[in-house]
């Protein structure tokens, strides 16, 4: 049997590098919010999936009201998100009853792919962690205490949402504590005794966090339509 399948989408951006005055999950993009790109992703997925979107507190009646002015009908769980990511994932995690598999993106990744959805579940399901990654295009180098030095980027990835897990398996792990250095949902899981699988992402797959990505995701949306 197909195990229940959730969507939780995290949007608690505030549009600081964006220079914008509007939280950068609510900015339109080809007509529409940054975050219904990101749902209707999820929704053409699977009509099944349940979504779960986590907001913080004083931006949930913005969020209806865009819903009322563009018409977005689809049903969605809205929980108030808390002061750090971790917290937000956290009163998220917290609606889903029973296990199954969840997967957790980022609400300004509105170009995620259904085939990119579909695969890390299908990860997911295997290896109880599935997290989204794509190989570096440029040379890195690593700062130390002598100045820099060359590394090998093949050894590399650069790590994007959907993270995707076993519900009782993420579920336990965000029951630990709180640590600056779980930046995302794969650390909370690995910091937890839990092996990490990555899968092959996309570089259209890009989260928007200043001007230029914008402008990039436009281009990126328009190209689709084509």
């Known amino acids: 049997m197909n195990s229940k399948e959730y969507a939780l989408i995290v949007a608690g951006g505030k549009g ?3 220079k914008s005055k509007t939280p950068k999950q609510f ?4 007509g ?3 975050l219904m790109h990101t749902i209707f992703a999820f929704c053409r997925y699977s009509k099944d999936i349940e979504v779960i979107l986590v907001l913080p507190e004083g931006d949930i009646e913005t969020w209806k009201s865009l819903c009322n002015q563009h018409d977005f009908t689809h049903p969605v769980t809205l929980v108030a998100g808390g002061e750090t990511r971790f917290q937000s ?3 998220g995690l917290k609606k889903i009853q029973g296990d199954g598999l969840v997967a957790i993106h980022d609400g300004v990744r509105p170009l995620v792919s259904e085939s990119i959805i579909a695969a890390s579940f299908q990860f997911a399901a295997i290896h109880q962690s599935a997290v989204a990654a794509v190989p570096l295009k440029e040379s890195i180098r690593m700062i130390n205490d002598d100045g820099t030095q060359a590394v090998d980027r093949s050894k590399f990835r650069i790590i ?7 519900v009782s398996v993420i579920k336990d792990a965000y029951e630990s504590k709180e640590e600056a250095t779980l930046t ?3 650390s909370v899981v690995e910091k937890a ?3 990490i699988s990555i899968f092959e992402g996309s570089y259209e797959n890009i989260k928007i966090t200043t001007a230029e990505d914008l402008i990039v995701a436009d281009a990126l949306m ?3 339509h084509q």
């Open 193 to 195: 005794g839990h092996v």
């Open 89 to 91: 994932v956290r009163n």
């Open 16 to 18: 600081t590098r964006l």
């Open 222 to 224: 328009k190209a689709r």
């Open 27 to 30: 900015l339109l993009l080809d």
């Open 184 to 186: 995302d949902d794969a």
């Open 32 to 34: 529409l919010p940054v």
């Open 160 to 166: 994007q949402t959907p993270q995707t897990f076993k």
